[in-house]
């Protein structure tokens, strides 16, 4: 044998052992969270299933910005990141998730500001509020193929420099400018809310649970910030709504800077789960309980962004400083932190998922029936009782769609179905009660109408909380 011809042989075989190493089904499950595992492994695996299928090698670099070693090299490990680089990514992980709720909740202290300087009715202004929903919903879909295009690193680096350019864009003195910087912004967090927990699942697997909470907790507190602050500064500042707004921009660009060196990171997935992954489950559709958790994730939505755009409106409707009424929608962000760590803990040990679907709907009820009784005097309490309940809320709709897939497949595509159509339907809620309020001159009807859906979210939520998989073909 010629020394060319054992040099062949010796690479085949290297090969041949490094395929069979890496070829075993890769560790994973439903993102946690649920309603972006669609931007995980099956986004991914797909991409090296194409490239495989074209005769390349067993495993391939993820997207542009991932590369692989050659055969022979040894696997990158598929636990959590040592050292530094874990808690630089997961600093970036923070300041991503914390981006992707204030650009869109700071509206709601200053809608009326907004109102008065730009002659918009109430439901014209709702549309600030409703449109990034829209996109949540409508790009769902389309986040996973960003991902396998440019890479999940690539992919996030871009929405931050889309919340960048909306936040600039909301800058310029024009009501179309107001809202294309709008649905900018809302593009750049409908595809990070996909993107977020698939990143968590490949890169912290062995601290999935932790990195999740923190995950959930930054959204929350964002959201709280938002609230909070937005309209304090501009009194403090004195600067107009406009740059007020902007000022939320900064917090991306932090975000961007930190996340940069992530374009540097190398990773891999088995040729064996990119094959199987590569299959989307059909059929989700036809299936009554998907409808059941996608109806139970929307309604809960529009329940929560409903409330976020018109809470402040309403308090200081009936008499409330305007500061005092951006706290309250802040207090009851961070009350919400609470519900959404303490629902998952004690679905299976001490309540029933449906008994808690059941329960959030009740603490939510009590919240706006205090704001119909006495929307001053018990505030607090109001707002207690609403962010627990909302709270649970969202927690035990991405529990639903862990829980009702039977594996990994399946939940990514039960994740872009209810992601998809439950923002859109949420999408309704700010701009409807903005045109109720309009035709009754008060937020009596509005706040009638939030209880009333209320009772299809309950028996959305024990249709979706039955010990039952959905059922799809492939």
Partial sequence: MSDQQHVKQKQKQEQEQYMSETAAPATGGPAPGGASAIGAGPARAAAEADAASAGASAEVGVAAGHTSAGPGAPPAPSSLPAG???????????????????????????????????????AATSLLTALPLLCFGLLAPLAPRLGRRFGMERSLLGT?????????????????????????????????????????????????????????????????????????????????????????????????????????????????????????VRGLWRSPLAWQ????????????????????TVFQDAGMAAGDAGWMLSFSSL?????????????????????????????????????????????????????????????????????????????AQLSSMAQCFGYILAATGPTLLGAVHDVSHSWTVPLILLLVLLVPQVVAGFGAARERHVAGIG
């Fill in 84 to 122: 530094r680089r874990a808690l630089y990514l997961a600093l970036g992980v923070v300041l991503l998730a914390l981006n992707l709720r204030p650009a869109l909740v700071a509206v709601s202290p200053l809608a009326d500001t907004i109102r008065d300087d730009s002659g918009m009715s109430a």
């Fill in 160 to 280: 931050m420099a889309l919340i960048c350019a909306g936040t600039a864009l909301r800058l310029l003195d024009s009501v179309v400018a107001l809202f294309a910087g709008t649905v900018v912004i809302g593009a750049g967090i409908a595809v990070a809310n996909v993107l977020l927990p698939g990143l968590i699942k490949r890169d912290f697997p062995a601290k999935a649970g932790l990195m999740t909470g923190l995950y959930s907790m930054s959204l929350f507190g964002g959201a709280a910030l938002a609230a909070g602050v937005t309209l304090p500064v501009q009194q403090a500042s004195g600067m107009n709504w406009r740059t007020t707004l902007a000022c939320w921009g900064a917090l991306a660009v932090v975000a961007l800077i930190v996340w940069l060196p992530q374009l540097r990171s190398r990773t891999r997935v088995s040729a064996a789960a990119a094959r199987q992954a590569a299959h989307p």
């Fill in 293 to 312: 958790v996608t109806a139970y994730m929307g309604l809960q939505s529009l329940n929560y962004y409903a409330a976020a755009a018109w809470l402040p």
């Fill in 335 to 411: 009350l919400g932190i609470a519900g959404s760590f303490l629902a998952p803990v004690v679905v299976g040990r001490r309540l029933r998922p449906g008994t808690l679907a059941a329960l959030g709907a009740v603490l939510c009820a009590l919240g706006f029936g205090g704001l119909l009784a006495a929307p001053v005097g018990g505030a607090y309490l109001w707002m207690t009782l609403l962010g627990l309940g909302q709270g649970a809320a969202i927690s035990l709709a991405l529990l639903f769609i862990v829980q009702r897939a039977p594996d990994a497949r399946h939940a």
